[in-house]
């Protein structure tokens, strides 16, 4: 899937010339350059992608920052992607799957679609598509960066107890369960827990069975 040209055509991204010195360190970005970042009613500052998915001419031109809250000084993420417009929205996802209390995912601050002039849109793409953007507030570390076999172990077990949560309680599948997509995530005792994140190519069981959506089942293993 070719994404669109104008991909970077976005107001919601504006270039600071001044900001807290507090700022600088959180994002660990003396020699970056930092933008302010406007998601609904919340301002995040943030400065380079930590994800190159974005150097690939295919795919969804995910960028993944780790953002500050412009207020709390709160750390999180920021994923700025182009969503195929048929897959159910991220932060509605996020949102279901917390009302049913499925354990060992993010929080969620915010989520939706970016409002766009026409020449940034996604018409013009094989697939249509809408600019989304999503503020999950777990930061973690990925999967292969795991301290022991142990951890790895109970990590990846967290992340099956999160997807059968989904399925069982929310009735939500997953559908790319990879490495890629697990972290580790450490509580302030120092607990290692695995979280299940992106959540952004789901079906939703109700949705299915009422013909609104074509379903490829894969074993991931």
């Not at 412009?70 to 182009?82: A, F, G, I, N, Y």
């Not at 399925?167 to 890629?180: L, N, Q, R, T, Y």
């Not at 697990?182 to 979280?195: E, W």
């Amino acid at each position: 899937m070719l994404f669109p040209l104008c991909v970077w055509i976005d107001e919601t991204f504006e270039a600071q010339s001044t900001v807290p010195f507090e700022i600088w360190n959180l994002l660990n970005a003396h020699s970056q350059p930092i933008w302010k970042v406007c998601i609904g009613n919340h301002f995040f500052y943030v400065s380079k992608p930590f994800t190159r998915n974005h150097h690939y001419p295919v795919g969804c031109d995910m960028h993944c920052f780790v953002a500050v809250d412009c207020e709390t000084l709160q750390k999180c993420v920021l994923k700025d992607v182009w969503r195929v417009i048929s897959y159910h929205p991220e932060g509605e996802v996020y949102t279901r799957l917390h009302q049913h209390s499925v354990v060992n995912i993010p929080g969620i601050i915010a989520g939706g679609n970016v409002d766009s002039n026409d020449d940034a849109d996604g018409s013009h793409s094989a697939v249509p598509l809408a600019w989304a953007q999503t503020l999950p507030y777990h930061l973690g570390e990925p999967i292969s960066d795991f301290c022991s076999t142990w951890e790895l172990t109970k990590c990846i077990l967290d992340a099956i107890k999160a997807h059968c949560n989904a399925f069982s309680k929310a009735e939500v599948e997953h559908h790319d369960i990879s490495p890629g997509n697990i972290i580790i995530v450490q509580s302030k005792d120092g607990t290692a827990t695995g979280n299940l994140i992106d959540w952004n190519s789901p079906s939703i069981r109700r949705m299915r069975e009422s013909g609104h959506m074509n379903i490829w089942y894969v074993l991931v293993c």
